[in-house]
């Protein structure tokens, strides 16, 4: 009896563990929505649980430092940039448990064959991303990691000239580009009534 009780397969339950199936989380939501503050939230849970944690974001977002992810309130994570999904897939380790993705518009269509061969092999991955471009057109890869996602969690950001539900990220500069990369220098968060699918002058404060 002693002997069954000294017997310690703590590591073979937790290879075990790690091979289980894994899943896909994806939160997506307008600008100032808190997609960001979500995905660093989660990131921290799961390290505080000691599991092993990998983060990326696309080399494209340059707004304040490199190797981090932050959100509009000031909250951070460390992340790796890259520049494509091939060379996010490079670098992830094979005894990594949590994958964190922000900014997903900004990858390639790789992104969901990748994201899907690695919940396969048990990981989980969880992808924040803007749904919609400036013009409100839904901005892929997005929608088919909506469509793939175990989990998906709607974030929504408050509109400021109304005060009501925003889904939107209204673009306050002219500009036609699908990526002009900025913060609330150059967007604001809009409801369905006060959004217009071009550029707009700024709600004065
Ligand atoms: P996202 O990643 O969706 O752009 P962030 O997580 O970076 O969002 O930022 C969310 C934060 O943005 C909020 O906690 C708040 O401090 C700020 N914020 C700025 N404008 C708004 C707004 N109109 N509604 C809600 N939060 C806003
Ligand atoms: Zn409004």
Redesign the pocket.
Same mark, same amino acid.
């Given at each position: 009896m002693v002997e069954e009780f000294a017997f310690d397969n703590t590591e073979e339950r937790r290879k075990n563990r790690q091979n289980g199936t894994g899943w896909i989380e994806v939160i997506a939501?307008?600008?100032?929505?808190?997609?960001?503050?979500?995905l660093i939230r989660r990131l921290n849970r799961a390290r505080i649980a000691r599991q092993k944690v990998q983060v990326f974001k696309p080399k494209i977002d340059a707004r304040y430092s490199v190797e981090e992810i +932050?959100?509009?309130?000031g909250?951070k994570h460390i992340s790796k940039p890259v520049s494509k999904t091939s060379e996010m897939m490079a670098q992830i380790e094979p005894d990594t448990q949590v994958i964190g993705i922000?900014e997903g518009q900004f990858f390639d269509m790789e992104l969901i064959d990748a994201v899907n061969e690695l919940a396969a092999n048990g990981k989980r991955v969880i992808i924040?991303g803007l749904d919609q471009d400036y013009t409100g057109r839904p901005f892929e890869p997005m929608p088919q990691l909506l469509s793939i996602a175990e989990f998906i969690t709607k974030?929504h +950001?408050?509109?400021?000239k109304c005060g009501g539900t925003?889904n939107y990220s209204q673009r306050t500069v002219e500009s036609e580009a699908r990526v002009e990369v900025g913060a609330?220098d150059k967007y604001?968060?809009r409801c369905r009534m006060c959004f217009v699918p071009h550029s707009d002058a700024p709600t004065p404060l």
């Open positions: 939501g307008s600008m100032f929505s808190g997609k960001s503050e979500e +932050a959100s509009h309130s909250v922000d924040a974030t +950001a408050i509109c400021v925003a609330s604001e968060a």
